[in-house]
């Protein structure tokens, strides 16, 4: 009873069918009885090709899932899925690019690495053409040889060795018992963290800053940077100071307090 109520149900509704999605269920239903017709007496079996003619039709009118009995619809779906896959993945395929390197090159980058270990891509790059090599940076990264350690020395290293240049300026607040504030400017040389100078006054000004950098560091012992932090009371009296006294001014990142550590 419910069979014929779904073939009545099915000719009332051909009636309101275009003529394209009749022939492409017509199709589809045709296929799939030369496939029973091929494997009759076995399980249905279904070839590539036979994957194909599904996706195609499915491809060009979707309604024909409608008219697939042998097979689920989802796996119609799924097979066509990764016919796209497949499909791209070919085409974006990689096709021709950069020539080869050749092996003399690729040796000769990694032997320049390995005797110059402190030697990154930019510096081998600038040295290959004074040996009529022409490649590209990015071609002297990828075949330089890899390393385990840090590519150039350690950050306690580098303070080591130029800890004897570097000197620090800070200031620290002393409140007095008459509710006053007094400032207490402190440079130290991170050589030795040798004090080197201090003084106190209850009103620093730029200027103040600029003659007491002058008096901590006569012309002979001026250190090569001056690390400090980025206040306002550094002003512009302060920094042409340091250019006048061979002083490189190196302040903290803003908002990083834990990279400046003088006192």
């Known amino acids: 009873m419910i069979g014929c ?3 009545l149900l ?3 509704a051909i009636r309101f069918k275009s003529r394209v999605r009749l022939e492409a269920e017509v199709l589809t239903l045709r296929h799939q009885v030369n496939v029973l017709r091929r494997q009759s007496g076995r399980r249905p079996r279904l070839t590539g090709w036979d994957r194909l003619v599904f996706v195609l039709l499915y491809r060009l009118c979707p309604w024909v899932l409608n008219a697939v009995a042998m097979i689920k619809p989802a796996t119609v779906i799924r097979w066509h899925r990764n016919g796209f ?3 791209w993945h070919w085409k ?12 003399e090159i690729r040796d ?3 032997e320049m690495s390995r ?3 402190l030697w990154g891509a930019p510096r081998i790059h600038g040295e290959l053409p004074k040996l009529g090599v022409e490649v590209v940076q990015s071609t002297v990264a990828r075949f330089m040889a890899r390393r385990r350690g840090p590519p150039s020395q350690s950050w306690r290293t580098f303070l080591r060795n130029h800890a004897n240049g570097i000197a620090a300026v800070d200031f620290f607040v002393v409140p ?3 509710f006053n504030l007094l400032y207490c400017l402190i440079v130290l040389g991170h050589g030795r963290r040798k004090l080197i100078h201090h003084v106190v006054t209850a009103h620093p000004t730029a200027r103040w800053i600029a003659q007491q950098i002058v008096e901590a560091f006569p012309w002979d012992e001026a250190p090569r940077y001056l690390v400090r932090d980025r206040d306002a009371v550094y002003g512009q009296v302060v920094k042409r100071r340091l250019r006048g006294l ?10 990083s307090p834990w990279q400046y550590a003088a006192v």
């Open 115 to 117: 005797a110059n270990r």
């Open 176 to 178: 007095t018992i008459g």
């Open 5 to 7: 109520c779904g073939i």
């Open 108 to 110: 000769l980058i990694r």
């Open 246 to 255: 061979g002083i490189r001014d190196r302040p903290c990142a803003p908002n």
């Open 10 to 12: 099915n000719a009332i």
């Open 92 to 103: 974006s395929g990689v096709r021709g690019g950069r020539p080869e390197i050749d092996a």
């Open 85 to 87: 896959r497949a499909y």
